[in-house]
C-alpha cells in the first residue's frame, strides 16, 4: 500500500508555454500533498504544501503565480508551471501524507526540461 | 532552527558489510517523527525506516536498524549485509512537532556498495 503515482515523468517544453504534472495517491486518501524540487545532486526543496479543498502554502521564495497548484480531491494534486523558462527546468516531485500518519510516499519524480 | 545534518557526503562499503550512516537534528519539541529515506539512481524516494521520538526502542526493518539517541539528538542508520542494491542516496529527515507537516530533510549522503 501507500503508492503514489506522478504524470509525466518527463516533459519538454518550449519557453513561455504551461506544463501541468499530476500526482496521485492509488491507495489511499491524502488530505496533505506536497511539492518539492530536487536539483542534481542536492537535497528535495519543498516548493509548497496543499491541503484538499484549501489553497496551497508556499515557501519563502516560491512564486505562487507561477507555481500553480490545484488539489481539488483527496487523491489528486496538480502542480502547472506557468509561462515556463528555462531556469524552470528541474525534477519536481510530489508526496502524500495519508492521514493519521507522520511519513510521506513520494511520487517517482517529473522531470521537466523548459528549451 | 530546527535543522538536519548529515555529516558524511559520501560513504562506501563493500558488499555484504555493515555501514552506519549518521544524522542529527535540533529541535526544542518533545515529539517528532523521524525517517530514512533512499533515492536510489531512479531518483524514486523510498522510505526505508521511521521512528516516532516517544518510542525509546529503536526501529528495525530487516537489514536497516536505527540507533535513536534523543538526548543527543542524534539517528544513525546501520545497513546490515550490505547489497549492491542499497546503493543510494540516503536521507534523513524529520517532521519536528506534531503540529506541523512540513518534512525536513537533511544534505543526503551517497552510499556506494562494492562487489
Known amino acids: 500500500g501507500a503508492v503514489v503515482s506522478q504524470h509525466p515523468s518527463r516533459v519538454i517544453c518550449k519557453s513561455g508555454t504551461s506544463v501541468k504534472i499530476e500526482c496521485r495517491s492509488l491507495d489511499f486518501q491524502a488530505t496533505t500533498m506536497f511539492w518539492y524540487r530536487q536539483f542534481p545532486k542536492q537535497s528535495l526543496m519543498l516548493m509548497a504544501t496543499s491541503n484538499e479543498g484549501s489553497k496551497a502554502t508556499y515557501e519563502q521564495g516560491v512564486e505562487k503565480d507561477k507555481f500553480l497548484i490545484n488539489h481539488a480531491s483527496l487523491t489528486l494534486s496538480t502542480l502547472t508551471v506557468t509561462s515556463a523558462h528555462p531556469e524552470d527546468s528541474s525534477f519536481y516531485i510530489c508526496s502524500a501524507r495519508r492521514q493519521g500518519a507522520g511519513e510521506q510516499y513520494f511520487g517517482p519524480g517529473t522531470r521537466l526540461t523548459v528549451t | 532552527a530546527q535543522t538536519v545534518t548529515q555529516s558524511q557526503p559520501e560513504m562506501s562499503v563493500q558488499e555484504a558489510e555493515t555501514v552506519t550512516l549518521s544524522c542529527t537534528y535540533d529541535?526544542?519539541?518533545?515529539?517528532?517523527?523521524l525517517f530514512w529515506y533512499k533515492q536510489p539512481p531512479s531518483r524514486q524516494m523510498i522510505l526505508v525506516i521511521r521512528q516516532e521520538a516517544y518510542k525509546q526502542q529503536n526501529a528495525t526493518e530487516n537489514r536497516f536498524s536505527v540507533n535513536f539517541q534523543k538526548a543527543a539528538k542524534s539517528f544513525s542508520l546501520k545497513i546490515s549485509d550490505s547489497q549492491l542494491g542499497d546503493t543510494a542516496m540516503y536521507f534523513c529527515?524529520?517532521?519536528?512537532?506534531?503540529?506541523?507537516?512540513?518534512?525536513?530533510f537533511g544534505t543526503g549522503t551517497r552510499l556506494q556498495v562494492f562487489p
Open positions: 529541535t526544542s519539541e518533545s515529539n517528532y517523527y
Open positions: 529527515a524529520f517532521i519536528p512537532s506534531y503540529n506541523t507537516d512540513k518534512l525536513i
